[in-house]
């Protein structure tokens, strides 16, 4: 159970998190968008280097925690440098094909485990998908796993249910030409994990 200033504090925390969180967009069922979602997707699944920068805040049964993230992407391998949850120091996760996921925390400590999920259960206890976020924090549905989804005029996704996971975009803004979300929660059962992106890069840069 948390104490008042826990809650305190998980208050203020995601009151920071939603601040500013436009209205969803409104659903759109026609034919037009939903082409707009596959070109969309088709789009972005083939740009194969790309880096965010987000603030995270996961709320669980037990406690929440907050972390930075910066996330680069180059020729198949994942880089994650967190400053908080995993081993609670921070680290660096490193997710390639056909690799086991490794993380060096910032103590020195490593750890590896069979795919990214296994490993962040490991570390904090908690579900936290990371094999689906891959996907899923550029606005695409894992490929390899059933889906359902709703989507804007535009072809964004409002919601992707996937996994037993709901995930709902708050906002999107454009970077590089793209439009990319800034703002998602996403929830299953007791277990709710919200991002705020500050920054996209799609590409290298060297355009």
Partial sequence: MRGPGVRAAL???????LA??????????????????????????AIETWRLVA??????????WSAQLNWRVQEGTHILDLSGPMGRGG????LAEGQPARLVTRDGEHHSA???????????????P?????????????????????VDAEGRPIRIRQAGWEIEYGEYEEFDGESMPVRMELQ????????????WQMGDGSA
């Fill in 11 to 17: 208050a203020l925390m995601t009151v920071m998190l």
């Fill in 20 to 45: 500013g969180c436009a209205a969803l967009p409104e659903v759109d069922r026609g034919d037009a968008a939903q082409r707009a979602f596959e070109e969309r997707s088709e789009r972005l699944a």
């Fill in 55 to 64: 603030r995270l805040g996961l709320d669980t049964e037990r406690e929440y």
């Fill in 91 to 94: 680290g660096r996760l490193t």
């Fill in 114 to 128: 069979r795919d990214p999920d296994a490993l962040a259960q490991r570390l904090t206890g908690d579900a936290i």
């Fill in 130 to 150: 990371v094999s689906g976020m891959v996907y899923w924090v550029r606005g695409l549905p894992d490929p390899a796993r059933p889906f359902e989804h709703e």
């Fill in 188 to 199: 299953r059962d007791e277990l709710t994990l919200r991002a705020v992106i500050r920054q």
